[in-house]
T-cell receptor, first 113, second 118 residues
C-alpha cells in the first residue's frame, strides 16, 4: 500500500513568485491536512481538506491557499513568496472524520531566495 | 498557552537501553487523541503510536509504548532497547475533538532530539 506522496521534494523559488505543492494521500484516505515546519515556529497547521471542502484553517495569511480534488489529492499554493516562507511543508493523510492515525509524507522543502 | 510541552530539547541514551521522552498536554476537551512521531534528518514524519483519551490501556507498538497518565495530563513515550536508527527528533502531538466537519488539526510540541550512543 503506497504511502503519502508529496511532490516536489525540493524547490527553490524567488521572492514574489508563487508555488504549488502537491500531496497524494494514502488510497482510501479522504482527509488531507497541511503543516509548515520552520526552526523558529516549529510545526504549524495550515489547513485541512475533507471531501473537497476546506474544514479547518490555521492562522496564516491569505497568500496561502489550497484545494482538494475528487480523488482526494490536494494542492497548496503560496503566492507572492516571502523569504519567511522558506520551510518544510508536510502533508498528512487520514481516513477522515472519526479516524485516528495521521500519516505524513516526506515533505516538500521550499527555499525562497 | 502552550498545549503540548516537551521539556527535553535533547537526550542521549546508550544503545540497547530504554529511554523515556516526556510530554505533557493541556486541554479542557474530554475527547482527544495523542500522537508520537519520529522525524529523522530526511524530514519525513513517521507515525509511531496513538492513544485516545478514552482508551483504558496504554498503547503499545513494538518497541514503543505510551505511558498515559490522564490525571497528570502526561503522555510519555517509552522506547525499549534503543537502536542507533532511533536517533531522530521526536514530536508529541494532540488532536482535540473535531467540530464543524473538521477532524481537528494536530498541535505539536517543540520536539526532543534523541541521540543513541553505540
Amino acid at each position: 500500500k503506497a504511502g503519502v506522496t508529496q511532490t516536489p521534494r525540493y524547490l527553490i523559488k524567488t521572492r514574489g513568485q508563487q508555488v504549488t505543492l502537491s500531496c497524494s494521500p494514502i488510497s482510501g484516505h479522504r482527509s488531507v491536512s497541511w503543516y509548515q515546519q520552520t526552526p523558529g515556529q516549529g510545526l504549524q497547521f495550515l489547513f485541512e481538506y475533507f471531501s473537497e471542502t476546506q474544514r479547518n484553517k490555521g492562522n496564516f495569511p491569505g497568500r496561502f491557499s489550497g484545494r482538494q480534488f475528487s480523488n482526494s489529492r490536494s494542492e497548496m499554493n503560496v503566492s507572492t513568496l516571502e523569504l519567511g516562507d522558506s520551510a518544510l511543508y508536510l502533508c498528512a493523510s487520514s481516513v477522515g472524520q472519526g479516524g485516528t492515525e495521521a500519516f505524513f509524507g516526506q515533505g516538500t522543502r521550499l527555499t525562497v531566495v | 498557552a502552550q498545549k503540548i510541552t516537551q521539556t527535553q530539547p535533547g537526550m542521549f541514551v546508550q544503545e540497547k537501553e530504554a529511554v523515556t521522552l516526556d510530554c505533557t498536554y493541556d486541554t479542557s476537551d474530554p475527547s482527544y487523541g495523542l500522537f508520537w512521531y519520529k522525524q529523522p534528518s530526511s524530514g519525513e514524519m513517521i507515525f509511531l503510536i496513538y492513544q485516545g483519551s478514552y482508551d483504558q490501556q496504554n498503547a503499545t507498538e513494538g518497541r514503543y509504548s505510551l505511558n498515559f497518565q490522564k490525571a497528570r495530563k502526561s503522555a510519555n513515550l517509552v522506547i525499549s532497547a534503543s537502536q542507533l536508527g532511533d536517533s531522530a527528533m521526536y514530536f508529541c502531538a494532540m488532536r482535540e475533538a473535531h467540530m464543524g466537519g473538521s477532524q481537528g488539526n494536530l498541535i505539536f510540541g517543540k520536539g526532543t532530539k534523541l541521540s543513541v550512543k553505540p
